[in-house]
């Protein structure tokens, strides 16, 4: 679609109904929630609180049954940076490679201590 007066307008029915659809669920379930909110005597925090508590103990089930949560622990907990892929190379790039762009060395791959990861971390989470 364009935002130019001298054409006409393109729209998608498909866009139009998924649009449609997203914004109607979506209403439903905000007044579902204030339903199960009055119902319970909850408040909004503790609401959200309580749902997201939940999701969270689920999604840990899920990523520790999956073997996610150990591969992530040993990354946090390692001393490397996450190996780049170069787009036409055969292998990975080791820690320390450095690949020039634009007639400047860059450091591709370098060392990231585990505080500085777990810092990206907590301010990822606390940050939303």
Do not use: C
Not at 90 to 103: N, Q, R
């Amino acid at each position: 679609m364009r935002a130019d007066v001298r054409e006409s307008h393109q729209f998608s029915w498909l866009g139009v109904a998924m649009l449609t659809t997203s914004l109607s669920i979506d209403g439903i379930i905000v007044n579902f929630n204030e339903v199960i909110m009055n119902r319970h005597g909850l408040d909004q925090d503790d609401f959200i609180f309580k749902m997201y508590s939940v999701a969270f103990i689920v999604m840990a089930i899920f990523n520790i049954a999956n073997g996610e949560m150990r591969d992530g622990l040993v990354f946090v907990m390692s001393s490397s940076g996450s190996p780049v892929l170069m787009e036409g190379a055969d292998s990975e790039l080791e820690s320390g490679a450095v690949l020039e762009v634009a007639g400047e060395d860059v450091d591709v791959v370098g060392e990231t201590s585990s505080f500085k990861k777990i810092s990206l971390l907590v301010l990822f989470v606390t940050t939303g």
